[in-house]
Every structure is written in C-alpha cells, then in structure tokens.
C-alpha cells in the first residue's frame, strides 16, 4: 500500500488518502445515525412524553427534555420551540404560527438529515479533478524525461506514465463510493421526511392547541395594560382576538387578572 502510495506521487496520493478516510468516515457516521431514525413506538412515546410537557405549561422541562435525548425528532422539536417563542412575542395568528412551524420542522429535520452530506458530495467531485491534476503531472514528467533522454529506453517514459494512472484510478476509486453514497443519502433523507412529518404536525398541533392561543392572548394583554387601562379601540382588539383564538370569557378573564397583578 505504501509502495503503491509513493509510486503515484505522495503530493498527489496523500490529499486523495486522506480525502477517502474523511468520505468513509462520513459515510459510516450518516449510516449509522438513518438507521437510528425514530419510528414506530419509540417515535410515539417520544411525542408523547413532550406532549405531556406541553400540556402541563412545562415548556421547559419539554427544551431540557429535547436537549438530553438527541436524535432528529427532538432536534425538529427543539427548534420549533424556539421558533414558536418568537412567533408569541411577535403576536402574529394562529394560521401564521402554524405555516411559520412547519417550516420550521422541515427545515431543521433537513438540517439534521443532511448534516456531512455536502461533504460527501465535494470529496466525490474533487477526488477524480485531483486524480487527474495527478495525471497531467505525470505526463508531464513522461515529457520531460523523453525530452532530456530520448525516447529509446522505455523505462524513462514508464515512471511517469504509471504515477498518471496510479493518480487517476486512485482518484476514481475514492469518487464511486462517494456519489453512490451521496445519491443513497439524498433518497433517505426524503423518505425519512415524508416518515417524520406527521409527528412534526402533530407536536405543532399540541403546541398551538394547549399554549399558543393563551400565550398569543397574554402578550396582547401586556401591551393593552402598559398605560394600566383599556380605551375602546383596545376592547374590541381583544374582544376580535378572544374569538379568533378561541378564549372563553372565563379563560379570558383569569388571564387579565394575571396581567393585571404582574403589572399593575
């Protein structure tokens, strides 16, 4: 191996070694974390479990929850809290939450998926562009030594002519695997979208049904009571926004009364 290594030029050899390692190590690594997808029960108990964190108002023992148990659901789920967040202090509807938070959990569920990946795809496009640097090399040097001896000894073209095909199969054998792997990848990250996305609706279905509606009506009781009192166009806000968000009056008046008190 290490003979081969030399004849085929160590300026040229070493990059293409160490970019194979890389590629296998990426490509093992994205192997080993698409078979440990969450499915099945595993995926409804974790669902469950931060449901019933939602539920109670513990939104953070839910985040604490996401961040001890790493894997592509709690990672979605993690970020579309976060999201949610802004969203509330932004005041925005509950129509306008839900479309922002399934953008939300697609785009980091994508992100986790594809994570190395890139990698993965440069290494297997880069590999044969420097298997065939090797060759130009080589040639080169055919060219030179033909130059300075002639062409009667073949032995003086061989060297280089075999430091350009040792490069260029090096190079290609580096590159297969790669875009085989790449091309894997990218068919299981969309199969395993398609798998997680009705637990990212349900999740964002949980968040808006037992959180968003009374933490949207708060923040808009904070900013009508910043003056300590209600004027009438502030009435009929609230009054809209207690019928677009399905808040009862009894509901409505506990939350004022919260307001109130913390900010009297």
């Known amino acids: ?25 990426f490509i093992l690594e994205r192997l080993w974390r698409y078979f440990r997808i969450p499915r099945g029960k595993y995926a409804d108990k974790i669902l469950e479990d931060i449901e019933q964190r939602i539920r109670t108002g513990d939104v953070e023992t839910a985040i604490i929850y996401c961040q001890k148990y790493k894997n592509v659901l709690t990672y979605a789920f993690l970020h579309i809290m976060e999201r949610f967040e802004f969203l509330v202090r932004e005041k925005r509807s509950i129509g306008e939450m839900r479309e922002e938070l399934l953008i939300t959990g697609e785009e980091y569920t994508r992100t986790y998926l594809e994570e190395f990946v890139p990698v ?21 040097k055919s060219f030179a030594a033909i130059s300075e001896k002639g062409v009667g000894d073949p032995t003086v073209v061989s060297k ?10 090096t190079g290609l054998i580096v590159a297969i695997p790669s875009v085989l792997a790449y091309n894997f990848f990218r068919r299981r990250i969309e ?8 637990y ?13 509606r009374f933490r949207t009506y708060r923040e808009m009781l904070k900013t009508a009571y910043r003056d300590g009192v209600l004027n009438e166009d502030e009435k009929e806000f609230l009054a809209q926004k207690r019928i677009e968000l399905n808040i009862s009056d ?7 009364h919260e307001v109130r008190i913390k900010n009297p």
């Open 1 to 25: 191996m290490i003979d081969y290594i030399v004849k085929g030029g160590l300026y040229i050899m070493i990059p293409l070694v160490l970019l194979s390692v890389i590629s296998l190590g």
């Open 120 to 140: 993965i795809f440069t290494i297997s496009t880069v590999s044969p562009l420097l298997g065939l640097l090797g060759t130009i090399l080589g040639m080169i």
């Open 160 to 169: 280089g002519i075999s430091e350009a095909l040792i490069t260029t199969a």
């Open 191 to 198: 199969k395993i979208c398609r798998l997680l996305e009705p």
């Open 200 to 212: 990212e609706n349900l999740f964002i279905n949980a968040l808006l049904r037992d959180l968003a």
């Open 250 to 256: 009894e509901e409505a008046a506990e939350l004022e």
